[in-house]
């Protein structure tokens, strides 16, 4: 008995190990699978050879079945190549799916796939109660959701804000000017100094709103020429009956009109002694262009032109020397705040661009050629232009073109020095008691006191350089020459014109940095502008009708 079971168990053993060897033998040489849905060549059922070492599949997918509208499974079934028979690919049933499906492999038997029947886990409708959301990606829609909720809301909230904001901001604006007094720019009765007054004290400083000034220059009542230059001619006209000077420039000039009218409405620009602005447009047709510049009207004109007609005292003199420096100062002067005035430097101080006011003070005009100085960025502003200033008048260091045009600082000082050949032509023709000279001329036996007054009105270099000097002309005489106007002996001895000698000799020194600055100047020129005895001088003047009523 025990042989025998010795026997069996020797049977058994054999007979696993021949299975095995023949499984191994049908695995390493390849099977015959069961195909459906997954067949070679598209075949619709039957089987399909596996190659060496691969393995039959029988796989399960849950789809969309429109006729129902249910989801059922669908099983497929084939050979995997061996390159897909891994640990992965045959056990991609442990993994959760989007769409839920499963996998088996076997190679055991041919058709051995026949019999697997694959399972994948059914989607439950109603959530896990161990899970507080139903899913990972409910959370993560959930979570979406009230991020761009709360976006939407924190948006909402400052456009809530900056609307409220401006709207309390508007409703203070709107009360202001409810309660200011109301000056209309352009009503039946307003004269031009009360809408600049206006503009002045509720606006921004910088001139009369761009609609009122475009009014203004269509009513306009063009009257007579009263000056004509290189750049333009200077008109008298009339607004609602007030007297305007209209400067049209020649349509070549552009770039002046544009550089002038932004100069003139700098911030805080406006001053006593400085050219008042009024309005500035562009009138033309289809064939011609009119760029006007309207600023107040003084008809006493240049101060070129009113020296040559009278000769004033040492009262007027020194007036008139002291309002055109403080003209300069302003312009020379950064007023600093949040809307501050940058420093302006002229670039053509001469006395045909200054005028004489029947007060008989002076106002600097024409900024054609004026630069700005941004001191925030340290920048100088230079308008693009191919106007050039007057050479007469040109400082030693534009005429050897040694200026520095990145040092604001040079721009000034060459201002002054055209600014002491102005006083040089005021000292001139200042009639003062030195200035008189008197002498007994015997003449057929006859005595006469014959009586000089003050020099005729002279341009500077009028004795070293023709009427229309040139570059070289101007550069040899103040260059090379180093040539100044001649002081004369009298003017040393008497005030104003002590002062102004000393004061001229001092602008126009070779060095710039030698020179005075404008506030200097306006200081030194203080002690000779006595205003009590010039309104008495006014007054003389005016009882004499040499000059209209003050």
């Not at 809408?195 to 400083?205: K, L």
């Not at 960025?377 to 040694?402: C, F, H, K, W």
Request: glycine share 6%.
């Amino acid at each position: 008995m025990a042989d025998i079971l010795k026997i069996y168990t020797i049977y058994r053993s054999c007979l696993l190990w021949i299975l095995v060897l023949t499984s191994s033998f049908r695995y390493g040489y390849g099977l015959t699978c069961y195909c459906q849905g997954h067949c070679p060549n598209d075949n619709f059922n039957g089987t399909c050879e596996a190659r060496p070492f691969s393995q039959c599949f029988a796989a399960v997918e849950e789809v969309y079945n429109p006729d129902t509208g249910l989801p059922e499974p669908e099983y497929t079934y084939g050979c995997l190549p061996p390159e897909e028979k891994g640990l992965m690919q045959c056990k991609g049933h442990l993994v959760p799916h989007l769409v839920p499906k499963s996998i088996q492999c076997c190679h055991q038997s041919d058709n051995c796939n026949r019999l697997l029947s694959p399972m994948y886990e059914i989607r439950s409708t109603t959530p896990d109660p161990n899970s507080g959301f139903g899913s990972n990606e409910h959370v993560h829609y959930l979570a979406l959701l009230v991020s761009v909720t709360a976006s939407v809301i924190i948006l909402f909230v400052m456009v809530v804000c900056v609307y409220l904001h401006y709207k309390k901001k508007e409703d203070k604006r709107q009360v202001s000017i409810i309660k200011a007094p109301c000056v209309p720019y352009l009503g039946g009765n307003s004269t031009i100094k009360d809408m600049v007054d206006h503009s002045q004290s509720s606006g921004s400083g910088s001139g009369l709103p761009l609609l009122v000034q475009r009014t203004i220059a269509k009513q306009l009542v063009m009257g007579h020429s009263i000056g004509k230059g290189r750049y333009g001619e200077v008109w008298m006209a009339k607004w609602r009956e007030e007297k305007v000077a209209v400067k049209v420039f020649f349509t070549t000039e552009e770039a002046s009109w544009f550089r002038e009218t932004d100069i003139y409405q700098t911030v805080l620009m406006r001053h006593s002694h400085i050219l008042g602005f009024i309005a500035a447009d562009i009138k033309g047709t289809g064939s011609w262009t009119q760029m006007l510049l309207i600023t107040d009207y003084h008809e006493l004109g240049s101060l070129h032109d009113f020296l040559q007609q009278y000769s004033p005292d040492g009262v007027a003199a020194g007036r008139l020397a002291f309002t055109a420096a403080s003209g300069l100062a302003h312009l020379h002067t950064e007023i600093f705040g949040t809307r501050g005035k940058p420093a302006i430097a002229h670039r053509d101080i001469k006395s045909k661009n200054i005028l004489v006011k029947r007060d008989w003070t002076c106002a600097i005009a024409d900024f054609g050629l004026a630069v700005r100085y941004i001191s925030e960025s340290q920048e100088i502003d230079i308008a693009p232009n191919t106007r050039v200033g007057t050479r007469r008048y040109m400082a030693p260091e534009v005429l050897d073109e040694s200026l520095n045009k990145f040092s604001f600082e040079a721009f000034k000082a060459a201002d002054i020095y055209s600014f002491g050949l102005v006083l040089w032509e005021i000292a001139r023709r200042c009639n003062t008691a030195a200035s008189t000279v008197s002498e007994i001329i015997t003449d057929e036996s006859q005595e006469k006191l014959v009586t000089y007054g003050p020099d005729d009105y002279q341009q500077p270099y009028y004795d070293c350089v023709p009427s229309d000097p040139s570059f070289d002309d101007m550069y040899n005489v103040v260059c090379v020459k180093k040539v100044r106007p001649d002081i004369q002996l009298h003017w040393l001895t008497e005030e104003p014109l002590k002062t102004l000698a000393q004061v001229m000799q001092e602008c126009w020194h070779q060095n710039p940095a030698a020179r005075l600055t404008a506030l200097r100047v306006k200081k030194s020129l203080t002690r000779i502008n006595d205003e009590s005895d010039m309104y008495m001088y006014i007054e003389k003047y005016n009882d004499k009708e040499m000059l209209p009523s003050v």
